[in-house]
């Protein structure tokens, strides 16, 4: 077997860090020129945002904002959070060009799919929850807060915008899965057999992300934990197909405990 392609051989550890800093600067600057394109749009990107809780809203409410500087700062998280989904190709390439030089020349053919598949499936996890999780949840919540007594829906602009993207984070994270345990299986730190040996610790593990991401609700809990045991479905068919094929006898051995379980 030919020897493993490092362009970065032998180099100090100090040059490692030298390249990790260039490279943080230029995800860094990427992240500002992305915040200030998206800041001129921060209230119409807002305002888009924010559809799912408005329409959840009994009629005749809207959100509110409760400190003077409440909308200053709201728009500028949204400018923020904007500029780094723009600028989050340039990020992952950065990424990519850090670990690269420690990969076989063969493995660095998948810069481009690594990019590409990784924005598409975080971009993938925020539509899903957006559109399909959010308007569920909101209406839920804001339906059992106003059904409890003479109460009326006074929501922050502020606090929803906060939930919001910790949730639309997590579902884009959750969808990452298959790149993640695609990268692993070409590296041989898992196989098809791992994943499938350890399925129901996985699926124990969704439902703890789903309580620790989401609001203390079924709804929303159960919408992260099913994405993830589905898309941890998909990866053991994915590493079983690409990832590093382990000696045939080796695998035939743990075959044979993991049909019985």
Known sequence: MAAKDLARDEQPFTAHLEELRKRLMIAAGAWLVGFLACYG???KIYDFIAVPVKQALPEGSSLVFITATEPFFTYLKVGAMAGLLLA????L???WGFIAPGLYAHEKRFAIPFVLASFLCFLGGTYFGFFFVFPN?????IKFGTGTGDIDAMLSMGA??????KLLFAFGMVFELPIIMFFFGRMGIIDHLW????RKYALLLAFVLGAMLTPPDLISQTAIALPFAVLYELSIWI???TGKRRPQAEEEAE???AAGD
């Open 41 to 43: 749009f921060a209230t």
């Open 88 to 91: 989050l190709p340039v990020i």
């Open 93 to 95: 390439w950065q990424i």
């Open 137 to 141: 949840v909101f209406t839920f919540l």
């Open 160 to 165: 929803y915008l906060s939930i919001s993207i």
């Open 195 to 198: 994943l499938k040996k350890n």
């Open 239 to 241: 590493v079983r197909f």
């Open 255 to 257: 075959e044979e405990p």
